[in-house]
């Protein structure tokens, strides 16, 4: 006889999504930089930005209010509405 | 299986001598009075044409039978008359057939019916009852280790697990007043509703006794919610994991551990408690190590670590009372913790020496010059000792132990002594002195064996709100 047992996971299936498309250039769009509030965090996130700002892009810095936990909603929104891409920073 | 018919119907088992001993009856009824005749147990018996074979008790659970024989009559579906055991003028009420058994004594009892054994009931209660679990049913194949295949299926932590079948998941359940789909907690990362009955399938993997599910259901619902973080404490590459710790009058009725290697293996409350927990972190919540979960090294607690205080033993104040609870409420406190680490200290004889010798070893809690993280200390009887020796209460020791807790921050900036961890330079903070923990980030516990003049200290994570705050929690039964 097989033994017959209840599914112990939440039974869903996570939604799949495409990445969106790379950008073929970064002159004119708006990037993003997440600092999360690591320690050395900006140091890194300093050269990214002359780095992009030297590729034509404007950047625009944000920061998690920890590290600890993740990104509030409100700012994960704005993030999304107001940038083209994002680059969120790990540092220590 | 059709439902009972109509007219006479008798339920026996050849295992009951009262059974044995109506079989003559059986016989006249049957052959006269077209008696319907059910076994339980064995197929020929009794040995008279027609009689029915309840092999999975179906019909004997649907119809309540609790002892045989049963002897009832059924008129258009619907039971009007009912008696068990054997007693002749009841047998004549029923059957309208007079002198029943003459040769037979008036009276004689009958035995349990095998649909109410207790090594069968709650099976047939998940098989036949009405259902209240709603999970989907996974049938492993006929040639499946089942202990391989839930390893197979990504269910456990590395141990194995117990089959969490539906009778097991029924047995859970009944032990607690909440319906199976009352949500108790959203568990990150993913903030899944943890139902009651989902929680349940993984207290019964975790090898979890029903009576210890409030304390898992208080549990989850210690690590589930902002203050605790468990997200966080999932996501942190420190080691660290949901501590439990259980206060109050459920301790000793589920015959925890406080005592003996209470931070190590051996009793079935503490082991399986937290580890019910983590299973729904992982199982529920999508916490997995090597996902979400990515802690350097990680720590052996994390496959659940839960104790309870002595209380009888101490004489301070519970940790729970003094985070606000009365002693007569169980609760479940949570702390985000390493794993424990021993203070050894063998020949302080006062209370104060303890105290400073204790506060020397809390200093190197994470790192000697990181300061701010909680911490939870887990007395020992034997140290436990010389404060009650000294008269010192809880807040009298704390106050005492903080006293020596302070640091230069002179002597922990970073590079100092040519180490580089530390508190940063150009904060502004040369000069001053600052406490290794904050206020109210130490817990003390009172556990452990008689003997042995070893505590424990437990280092914990961030602290406050831009980490994780210990929880408390009420078990609600």
Not at chain 2, 47 to 76: C, Q
Not at chain 2, 193 to 204: D, G
Not at chain 2, 296 to 323: A, N, Y
Not at chain 2, 429 to 449: D, M, R, S, Y
């Amino acid at each position: 006889m097989t033994l017959t047992v209840l599914d112990p996971t939440d039974e869903t299936t996570p939604q799949v999504r495409g990445r969106t498309e790379r950008p073929e250039s970064l002159t004119g769009l708006t990037v993003g930089l997440l600092d999360i509030s690591k320690p050395r965090g900006n140091v890194f996130l300093d050269q990214v930005q002359h780095r992009l700002e030297g590729l034509g892009a404007s950047v625009i810095r944000y920061t998690k209010p920890t590290f600890a936990k993740p990104a509030p909603p409100d700012l994960r929104h704005e993030i999304s509405t107001r940038c083209d891409a994002v680059i969120e920073a790990l540092a220590d | 299986m059709d439902p009972l018919p109509d007219g006479l119907v008798v339920v026996v088992k050849r295992d009951c001598a009262t059974c044995e001993m109506v079989v003559p009856v059986l016989d006249v009824l049957h052959r006269d009075h077209a008696l319907a005749i059910i076994t339980q147990d064995d197929p020929t018996f009794p040995a008279i044409e027609g009689t029915i074979h309840d092999a999975d008790l179906s019909l004997s659970w649907r119809s309540d039978i609790e002892t045989v024989p049963t002897l009832l009559r059924r008129v258009d579906g619907e039971e009007v008359s009912r008696t068990v055991g054997w007693d002749r003028s009841q047998w004549e009420a029923i059957t309208g057939v007079e002198h029943l058994g003459i040769e037979l004594p008036d009276q004689r009892p009958g035995c349990g019916s095998l649909s109410v054994d207790p090594d069968r009931a709650d099976e047939l209660s998940a098989r036949f009852g009405t259902s209240t679990t709603t999970s989907r049913h996974v049938a492993f194949a006929e040639l499946e280790d089942e202990f391989e295949a839930m390893f197979d299926r990504g269910w456990s932590d590395g141990l194995p697990l117990v089959p969490p079948t539906p009778e097991r998941v029924e047995r859970m359940l009944a032990a607690t007043h909440l319906s199976a789909t009352d949500i108790i907690a959203i568990i990150p990362p993913n903030l899944v509703e943890a139902t009651v009955e989902k929680v349940a399938i993984n207290a019964v993997m975790a090898g979890c006794k029903p009576a210890y599910l409030p304390v898992v259901i208080a549990g989850l619902q210690t690590v589930c919610n902002d203050e605790f973080n468990m997200h966080g404490v999932l996501a942190t590459t420190m080691g660290v994991g949901p501590i439990l710790i259980v206060n109050g009058p459920i301790r000793t009725e589920l015959g925890m551990n406080s005592g003996m290697n209470v931070l190590g293996q051996g009793n079935r409350a503490n082991s399986t408690i937290g580890r019910a927990v983590q299973l729904c972190v992982r199982n529920l919540g999508g916490g997995r190590p090597g996902e979400i979960d990515r802690a350097t090294h990680g720590q052996p607690g994390k496959l659940g670590l839960c104790f309870s205080e002595d209380e009888e033993g101490s004489p301070w104040t519970s940790l729970s009372e003094s985070r606000g609870f009365d002693p007569r409420t169980s609760t479940v406190t949570a702390f985000c913790g390493e794993a424990p680490r021993i203070i050894f200290d063998q020949m302080s004889r006062s209370a104060e020496a303890l105290t400073k010798s204790l506060a020397l070893s809390m200093l190197a809690n994470v790192h000697p010059r990181i300061i701010g993280m909680d911490t939870t200390l887990v007395l020992c009887p034997e140290h436990m000792a010389r404060f009650r020796g000294a008269g010192w209460d809880r807040e009298r020791f704390l106050t005492e132990l903080r006293s020596h807790l302070d640091l230069e921050v002179d002597s922990i900036l970073r590079g100092v002594d040519g180490i580089d961890e530390g508190i940063p330079t150009g904060l502004g903070l040369e000069g001053a002195v600052l406490p290794k923990f904050n206020n109210g980030g130490i817990l003390v516990v009172h556990a452990g064996g008689q003997a042995g003049l070893f505590s424990s200290v437990i280092g914990g994570w961030v602290s406050g709100s831009m980490g994780s705050v210990p929880v408390t929690k009420e078990i609600v039964r």
